[in-house]
Protein backbone atom coordinates (compact mmCIF):
# COMPACT_ATOMS: atom_id res chain seq x y z
CA UNK A 1 0.00 0.00 0.00
CA UNK A 2 1.24 3.17 -0.50
CA UNK A 3 2.08 6.33 2.17
CA UNK A 4 2.48 10.05 2.02
CA UNK A 5 3.82 11.41 5.42
CA UNK A 6 3.89 14.89 6.24
CA UNK A 7 5.38 15.56 9.99
CA UNK A 8 5.21 19.34 9.89
CA UNK A 9 1.38 19.55 11.46
CA UNK A 10 2.04 23.68 11.46
CA UNK A 11 4.46 26.13 9.98
CA UNK A 12 4.95 30.29 11.14
CA UNK A 13 7.38 31.86 8.39
CA UNK A 14 7.90 35.42 7.89
CA UNK A 15 6.60 36.94 5.09
CA UNK A 16 9.42 37.16 2.31
CA UNK A 17 11.36 34.67 3.52
CA UNK A 18 11.62 30.71 1.70
CA UNK A 19 10.01 27.84 3.05
CA UNK A 20 10.21 24.33 2.84
CA UNK A 21 6.96 21.86 3.33
CA UNK A 22 8.38 18.21 3.97
CA UNK A 23 6.76 15.21 2.23
CA UNK A 24 8.02 11.59 2.10
CA UNK A 25 6.65 9.01 0.89
CA UNK A 26 6.61 5.02 0.43
CA UNK A 27 5.54 2.78 -2.47
CA UNK A 28 6.51 -0.63 -4.10
CA UNK A 29 5.45 1.40 -7.55
CA UNK A 30 8.46 2.01 -9.82
CA UNK A 31 6.04 4.50 -12.14
CA UNK A 32 4.39 7.14 -9.55
CA UNK A 33 3.31 10.69 -9.90
CA UNK A 34 3.77 12.89 -6.70
CA UNK A 35 1.56 16.12 -6.25
CA UNK A 36 1.11 19.20 -3.98
CA UNK A 37 -2.20 20.88 -3.38
CA UNK A 38 -2.67 24.32 -1.50
CA UNK A 39 -6.36 24.25 0.57
CA UNK A 40 -7.26 27.60 1.66
CA UNK A 41 -9.88 28.10 4.02
CA UNK A 42 -12.50 28.86 1.35
CA UNK A 43 -11.84 24.86 0.63
CA UNK A 44 -10.85 24.18 -2.52
CA UNK A 45 -7.77 22.30 -3.14
CA UNK A 46 -5.51 23.89 -5.76
CA UNK A 47 -2.98 22.32 -7.77
CA UNK A 48 0.55 23.59 -7.70
CA UNK A 49 2.72 21.24 -8.69
CA UNK A 50 3.92 17.48 -10.40
CA UNK A 51 6.95 15.49 -10.06
CA UNK A 52 7.18 11.90 -12.04
CA UNK A 53 8.91 9.49 -10.63
CA UNK A 54 11.46 9.13 -14.43
CA UNK A 55 11.49 12.99 -14.47
CA UNK A 56 15.47 13.70 -13.72
CA UNK A 57 15.12 17.33 -13.15
CA UNK A 58 12.90 18.85 -10.07
CA UNK A 59 9.81 20.38 -11.04
CA UNK A 60 9.85 24.22 -11.12
CA UNK A 61 6.28 26.48 -11.48
CA UNK A 62 7.11 30.18 -10.79
CA UNK A 63 7.45 30.26 -6.97
CA UNK A 64 6.77 26.72 -6.34
CA UNK A 65 9.25 24.07 -6.87
CA UNK A 66 10.05 20.60 -6.07
CA UNK A 67 12.80 18.98 -4.20
CA UNK A 68 13.09 15.42 -5.45
CA UNK A 69 14.88 12.90 -3.87
CA UNK A 70 13.76 9.60 -4.73
CA UNK A 71 16.60 7.68 -2.75
CA UNK A 72 15.16 8.97 -0.26
CA UNK A 73 11.51 9.07 -1.17
CA UNK A 74 10.88 12.25 -0.35
CA UNK A 75 9.35 15.11 -2.28
CA UNK A 76 9.52 18.64 -0.46
CA UNK A 77 7.59 21.74 -1.90
CA UNK A 78 9.97 24.86 -1.93
CA UNK A 79 8.09 28.22 -1.86
CA UNK A 80 10.45 31.01 -2.11
CA UNK A 81 9.69 34.79 -1.14
CA UNK A 82 6.55 33.67 0.76
CA UNK A 83 3.73 36.03 0.38
CA UNK A 84 0.30 36.40 2.87
CA UNK A 85 -1.69 34.84 0.26
CA UNK A 86 1.08 31.44 0.79
CA UNK A 87 -1.22 30.94 4.25
CA UNK A 88 -3.00 28.30 3.41
CA UNK A 89 -3.23 24.03 4.08
CA UNK A 90 -0.68 22.17 2.14
CA UNK A 91 -0.85 18.43 0.80
CA UNK A 92 1.09 16.03 -0.31
CA UNK A 93 -0.17 13.87 -2.94
CA UNK A 94 0.96 10.37 -4.81
CA UNK A 95 -0.63 8.60 -7.37
CA UNK A 96 0.49 5.23 -7.63
CA UNK A 97 -1.23 1.51 -8.05
CA UNK A 98 -2.71 0.37 -4.47
CA UNK A 99 -3.50 -3.07 -4.99
CA UNK A 100 -3.79 -2.73 -8.50
CA UNK A 101 -6.00 0.33 -8.85
CA UNK A 102 -4.40 3.57 -9.77
CA UNK A 103 -5.25 6.04 -7.27
CA UNK A 104 -4.51 9.42 -5.97
CA UNK A 105 -3.08 9.66 -1.78
CA UNK A 106 -3.11 12.53 0.41
CA UNK A 107 -0.74 13.02 3.23
CA UNK A 108 -2.29 14.50 6.21
CA UNK A 109 -1.42 18.23 5.54
CA UNK A 110 0.79 21.32 7.01
CA UNK A 111 -0.66 24.01 7.78
CA UNK A 112 1.26 27.26 6.56
CA UNK A 113 0.80 30.90 8.50
CA UNK A 114 3.24 33.70 6.61
CA UNK A 115 3.76 36.56 9.76
CA UNK A 116 3.74 40.39 7.76
CA UNK B 1 -13.27 26.39 -18.78
CA UNK B 2 -15.40 26.39 -15.67
CA UNK B 3 -14.55 24.13 -12.61
CA UNK B 4 -16.36 21.30 -10.55
CA UNK B 5 -19.68 22.50 -9.63
CA UNK B 6 -20.64 21.04 -6.29
CA UNK B 7 -24.11 21.54 -4.40
CA UNK B 8 -24.67 22.31 -1.52
CA UNK B 9 -21.80 24.17 -0.08
CA UNK B 10 -23.55 23.44 3.58
CA UNK B 11 -25.64 20.73 4.84
CA UNK B 12 -26.95 20.41 8.65
CA UNK B 13 -29.10 16.89 9.26
CA UNK B 14 -29.88 15.10 12.41
CA UNK B 15 -28.31 11.71 12.60
CA UNK B 16 -29.98 8.77 10.92
CA UNK B 17 -31.27 11.13 8.29
CA UNK B 18 -30.32 11.26 4.64
CA UNK B 19 -28.42 13.43 2.40
CA UNK B 20 -27.48 13.93 -0.94
CA UNK B 21 -24.38 15.51 -2.49
CA UNK B 22 -24.17 16.68 -6.48
CA UNK B 23 -21.37 17.58 -8.89
CA UNK B 24 -20.67 18.43 -12.32
CA UNK B 25 -17.15 17.78 -13.36
CA UNK B 26 -15.56 19.66 -16.10
CA UNK B 27 -16.73 18.83 -19.26
CA UNK B 28 -14.96 15.93 -21.43
CA UNK B 29 -13.30 14.77 -18.00
CA UNK B 30 -13.65 10.90 -18.05
CA UNK B 31 -12.76 10.39 -14.60
CA UNK B 32 -14.97 11.52 -11.51
CA UNK B 33 -13.72 10.85 -7.68
CA UNK B 34 -15.42 11.50 -4.34
CA UNK B 35 -13.18 12.30 -1.31
CA UNK B 36 -13.92 12.69 2.09
CA UNK B 37 -11.86 15.12 4.07
CA UNK B 38 -12.52 14.62 7.98
CA UNK B 39 -11.31 18.10 9.91
CA UNK B 40 -7.74 18.00 10.51
CA UNK B 41 -7.31 15.51 7.94
CA UNK B 42 -6.55 14.84 4.33
CA UNK B 43 -8.65 14.00 1.62
CA UNK B 44 -9.68 9.96 1.78
CA UNK B 45 -10.75 8.53 -1.53
CA UNK B 46 -14.11 7.47 -1.17
CA UNK B 47 -15.16 6.39 -4.77
CA UNK B 48 -13.75 6.72 -8.20
CA UNK B 49 -16.00 6.89 -11.70
CA UNK B 50 -14.24 5.95 -14.86
CA UNK B 51 -17.16 7.51 -17.52
CA UNK B 52 -20.18 5.83 -15.89
CA UNK B 53 -18.46 3.19 -14.69
CA UNK B 54 -17.32 2.24 -10.56
CA UNK B 55 -12.83 1.76 -11.14
CA UNK B 56 -12.69 1.74 -7.02
CA UNK B 57 -15.26 2.05 -4.05
CA UNK B 58 -13.07 0.03 -1.69
CA UNK B 59 -13.00 2.82 0.94
CA UNK B 60 -16.98 3.14 0.60
CA UNK B 61 -19.53 2.43 3.28
CA UNK B 62 -21.64 0.59 1.44
CA UNK B 63 -24.17 0.30 4.42
CA UNK B 64 -24.75 4.05 4.12
CA UNK B 65 -23.07 5.41 0.90
CA UNK B 66 -24.05 5.36 -2.45
CA UNK B 67 -22.82 6.87 -5.33
CA UNK B 68 -23.68 6.99 -9.41
CA UNK B 69 -22.78 8.94 -12.23
CA UNK B 70 -25.70 9.40 -14.46
CA UNK B 71 -24.80 9.30 -18.30
CA UNK B 72 -20.89 9.34 -17.68
CA UNK B 73 -21.24 13.47 -16.48
CA UNK B 74 -22.78 14.05 -13.49
CA UNK B 75 -22.38 12.29 -10.01
CA UNK B 76 -24.81 11.95 -6.73
CA UNK B 77 -23.36 10.70 -3.94
CA UNK B 78 -25.98 10.28 -0.58
CA UNK B 79 -25.63 9.11 2.31
CA UNK B 80 -27.90 7.03 4.28
CA UNK B 81 -28.75 7.16 7.32
CA UNK B 82 -26.22 9.10 8.31
CA UNK B 83 -24.13 9.24 11.51
CA UNK B 84 -21.91 12.06 13.58
CA UNK B 85 -18.65 10.54 12.09
CA UNK B 86 -19.56 11.33 8.29
CA UNK B 87 -19.24 14.68 9.73
CA UNK B 88 -17.18 16.03 6.79
CA UNK B 89 -16.12 17.79 3.98
CA UNK B 90 -17.15 16.30 0.69
CA UNK B 91 -14.75 16.81 -2.22
CA UNK B 92 -15.76 16.33 -6.17
CA UNK B 93 -12.82 16.45 -8.31
CA UNK B 94 -12.59 14.97 -11.57
CA UNK B 95 -9.04 14.55 -14.04
CA UNK B 96 -9.28 14.16 -17.89
CA UNK B 97 -7.67 10.71 -17.89
CA UNK B 98 -6.93 7.32 -15.71
CA UNK B 99 -3.55 6.08 -15.00
CA UNK B 100 -0.15 6.65 -14.24
CA UNK B 101 0.94 6.74 -17.77
CA UNK B 102 -0.61 9.73 -18.00
CA UNK B 103 2.03 11.70 -15.94
CA UNK B 104 0.12 14.53 -14.66
CA UNK B 105 -2.93 13.67 -14.60
CA UNK B 106 -4.23 17.02 -12.41
CA UNK B 107 -7.11 16.27 -10.55
CA UNK B 108 -9.45 19.68 -10.61
CA UNK B 109 -11.27 20.01 -6.99
CA UNK B 110 -14.97 21.52 -6.44
CA UNK B 111 -15.26 23.61 -3.54
CA UNK B 112 -16.79 21.23 -1.70
CA UNK B 113 -19.74 20.11 0.64
CA UNK B 114 -19.74 20.53 4.17
CA UNK B 115 -21.90 18.21 6.02
CA UNK B 116 -22.59 18.71 9.51
CA UNK B 117 -24.48 15.83 11.41
CA UNK B 118 -26.02 16.58 15.22
Known amino acids: AQKITQTQPGMFVQEKEAVTLDCTYD???????LFWYKQPSSGEMIFLIY??????QNATEGRYSLNFQKARKSANLVISASQLGDSAMYFC?????????????FGTGTRLTIIP | EAGVAQSPRYKIIEKRQSVAFWCNPI?????LYWYQQILGQGPKLLIQ????????DSQLPKDRFSAERLKGVDSTLKIQPAKLEDSAVYLC????????????????FGAGSRLTVL
Open chain 2, 93 to 108: ASSPYRGVQYGANVLT
Open chain 1, 27 to 33: TSDQSYG
Open chain 1, 51 to 56: QGSYDE
Open chain 1, 93 to 105: AMRGRDFGNEKLT
Open chain 2, 27 to 31: SGHAT
Open chain 2, 49 to 56: FQNNGVVD
